[in-house]
DNA sequence: ACTGAAAATTCTCTGGC
DNA sequence: GCCAGAGAATTTTCAGT
């Protein structure tokens, strides 16, 4: 690892953590036929560099009482810096709205909504989404299967 | 914790873990003001009863080359129980394919490309999606800004 | 469910290659 | 950049309340 061009084992690492975070460097030293002081010093300069952005435990959103996931596509009246600034802002603020991504196409804002149920969508989109003088209009998908949510980038054959 | 409910220590655990899954016994114990063990007991009981659905590392996804972030909204044609079944086991096994949700609205399927770069991007629209029969129409919209990528649920008022 | 102590394991630092 | 050794810290088990 000389400086920012990852190696093979630093994608190898990566790779790893992003299956499990919380595997060791004496784990990831026995799966990549490596020392696990030489894991450590790579995890810590990985760190260091950037790479890794910290770690979440995942846990079953339904069992925990988050029934309900929502895409809204949100379209928006004025498009100017200050408006946009200001849209985005407010939005970012709501602790349902858990993604928010502006986005080019006919939409102008894709957010994901995660509520406990339909009275706590309601409550959303009558207090706080129609409030906000900026959106035109919006379009709710409701989530009725997840097919696939993975969250680690395939590294095979990158950077 | 008596059976599968969860107490206010469950759930700070849980809200922790989802902070950063990396924590130890001993750092929640403390910010909880309890003992490690007791943490580490109740640690493998929210496993075991399948609250914690496994740890994933965050990780910069342009600093390792993965610029391109899509959002495609897809329609199909046939929407019978044999077809629909079809096009999610197809569409699952793309490693481009991130996420993909089936949704109610005009919207059939929502799913999230993330790929390198445009040429990848068509290249997954040219030989993968386009060729699937029962995709009848989709749109994309490109990811210009992340203002918002929240993956801890709030417990707050919870379970 | 929680506690406390002990054993096994891992982390983390230092120095040498 | 990699490896080895050793002390410190942590994880994990287990018996007792």
Redesign the interface.
């Known amino acids: 690892m000389s400086s920012h061009i ?1 190696d093979q084992t630093d994608r190898d690492i ?1 790779s790893l ?6 595997l060791s460097s004496k784990e990831i030293a026995a799966k990549l036929r490596k020392r696990p002081t030489t894991i450590f010093a790579r995890f810590n300069k990985l760190k260091a560099l ?12 339904e ?4 029934l309900m ?1 929502v ?1 809204i ?1 949100i379209q928006l009246n004025d498009h100017h810096a200050e408006a946009l600034y200001e849209f ?1 802002r407010d ?2 603020a709501y ?1 349902e ?11 102008d ?2 957010i994901k909504v ?1 509520v ?1 149920d339909m009275l706590a969508y309601k409550d959303f989109l009558v207090q706080n989404l129609s409030k906000m003088q900026n959106v035109k209009a919006y ?17 095979d054959n ?2």
């Open positions: 990852l990566i953590l992003q299956q499990d975070a919380r950037g790479y890794l952005k910290g770690s979440i435990m995942l846990i079953d959103r069992k925990v009482g988050m996931a895409f596509n985005q939005i970012k602790s709205v858990m993604e928010c991504y502006h986005t080019t196409g006919q939409v804002f894709v995660v406990q379009t709710s998908h409701f989530v009725i299967n997840e097919i696939k949510r993975e969250l680690a980038y395939p590294l990158l950077v």
